[in-house]
């Protein structure tokens, strides 16, 4: 069955400090990985997806097929990148239909 | 507005009865996605629209659940006899085309008592 974890529900770390969300898939065949964020009072948006290969206010995520992994990093976190992050699959041949993870509360001490 | 816009924000209910949800897209987007965001199962898909039409139905929890689209615009998502169970943040999203949605709504917030 096709599933997404997120194994912390919550991390806690220091501003400069570096982030890693992690974010686990279950899937047979290639699907498309994704990185939501919903910042506190804010709608929930799409920060990045591993095709497009980008780095989105820092953030980059690797898509690791032998490990199944799609994890989120940030070389130095910022107090405004509090928020809550969602790692999501879609099937390539039914992209309106997300998968998400349980999500982790990132929270940037001062 | 610019963005997708639901209405309306919070809706507290009576344990059975029905409940409208609406869902305005983003002008000239043809594809419309339901979320539902709750304490115990995050968030889940219920249904997209292409159009008008519904390819994939398989999240609605029960037949309790419909929507509709009409005019390639407005979604409706009706839940009728609500249960405790429903109590939930239902959103929306929407895009130019069948893709990853990247804009959602801020959300109904459904309270069933």
């Known amino acids: 069955a096709q599933r997404v974890t997120q194994p912390e529900k919550l991390l806690s770390v220091f501003k400069g400090a570096p982030v890693e969300l992690k974010c686990n898939y279950s899937?047979?065949?290639?699907?498309?990985l994704f990185w939501y964020v919903q910042y506190s009072r804010q709608r929930l948006q799409l920060l990045l997806r591993h095709i497009s290969r980008e780095s989105i206010k820092g953030f980059t995520a690797d898509l690791n097929k032998g490990e199944t992994s799609f994890h989120l990093k940030k070389p130095f976190a910022q107090e405004e990148d509090s928020a809550m992050y969602y790692c999501?699959?879609?099937?390539?041949?039914?992209?309106?239909?997300?998968?998400f993870g349980q999500g982790t509360t990132l929270q940037v001490k001062p | 507005g610019a963005g997708v816009s639901q209405s309306p924000s919070n809706k507290v209910t009576e344990k059975g009865k029905d409940v409208e949800l609406r869902c305005d897209p983003i002008s000239g987007h043809t594809a419309l996605y339901w979320y539902r965001q709750s304490l115990g199962q995050g968030l889940e898909f219920l249904i997209y629209f292409q159009g008008n039409s519904a390819p994939d139905k398989s999240g609605l929890p029960s037949d309790r659940f419909s929507a509709e689209r009409t005019g390639g615009s407005v979604s409706t998502l009706t839940i009728q006899r609500t249960q405790q169970e429903d109590s939930a943040v239902y959103l929306c999203?929407?895009?130019?085309?069948?893709?990853?949605?990247?804009?959602f709504g801020q959300g109904t917030r459904l309270t069933v008592v």
């Open positions: 899937y047979s065949g290639s699907p498309e």
């Open positions: 999501a699959l879609s099937e390539p041949s039914n992209t309106g239909k997300l998968i």
């Open positions: 999203a929407s895009s130019l085309v069948l893709q990853t949605p990247a804009f």
